[in-house]
């Protein structure tokens, strides 16, 4: 089997009997951001808290 | 030990579609979002580990801390094997029971509970679901006392009704006595 249909049914253990298509769908949504965030970090593509800052600027005027 | 926070492209991307898509109701609550979640990630600079493993991810340094609904996720990276700084708690009774502490796997007790199930809640503190290491326990007692006879008791009786279960479950800490 394939490593993306090991995760899913992976993903598909840790979830309850009654789990909904809907629910199934959030935690392997949330499960790619998981992997995108960390291709970010390995790639640099990372901000510092200073560059946040900058970035949110306009949110975090007084 | 001070970490460095850094934010992934791809948060700061979500968390700007997120603040720009609640703006369109309220901008208060826009900002209050960016806020919380710019807040939550700064006190990450200590004692990252404090947040719940994420069950959706395979590795137990991707954790998360709730940001109002939202689940801030994060990423601990790991430590060499030696370190030269630790972060240490200083506790009194108070961190005893009901806390969880299983990101430590260090304990040493200066003061003995004369009570065996006292010192077992307080080992439970750090060894519990989700410590990683092995735990160690120093019990701190000055033998030829009063105390000392105490707690030898105590221990006694721990090692034959705790140990053996705890030893079961993997603990492999040392139970030191004098």
Not at chain 2, 73 to 83: E, K, Q
Request: hydrophobic share 40%; with cysteine.
């Amino acid at each position: 089997m394939n490593a993306a249909k090991e995760e899913v049914l992976r993903l598909l253990d840790l979830l309850p009997e009654d789990a909904s298509l809907e629910d199934i769908q959030y935690h392997i949504y949330v499960r790619q951001k998981i992997d995108h965030g960390l291709e970010d970090v390995e790639a640099g593509r990372t901000l510092s808290e200073e560059e946040f800052d900058q970035r949110m600027a306009k949110w975090l005027e007084p | 030990m001070a970490r460095t926070v850094r934010w992934s492209e791809a948060a700061t991307r979500d968390l700007e579609e997120a603040a720009d898509f609640i703006a369109r109701d309220s901008q208060y609550y826009a900002a209050a979002l960016v806020r919380d979640a710019r807040a939550t990630a700064r006190s990450l600079r200590t004692l990252a580990e404090r947040g719940r493993i994420v069950p959706e991810a395979r590795s137990s340094n991707v954790r998360e801390i709730p940001v109002k609904s939202y689940r801030l996720i994060y990423w601990v990276a790991p430590d060499g094997v030696t370190r030269d700084e630790a972060q240490v708690l200083v506790a009194t009774e108070a961190a005893g029971e009901g806390i969880n502490l299983q990101f430590c796997w260090f304990m040493v007790n200066y003061d003995i509970p004369w009570n065996p199930v006292r010192l077992e809640q307080r080992m439970g503190r750090i060894h519990r679901y989700g410590q990683e290491h092995d735990c160690l326990i120093f019990n701190f007692v000055a033998v030829n006392t009063r105390e000392g006879r105490v707690v030898s008791a105590g221990i006694g009786q721990l090692s034959v009704q705790v140990l053996a279960a705890f030893q079961a479950a993997g603990l492999r800490g040392l139970l030191t006595q004098g």
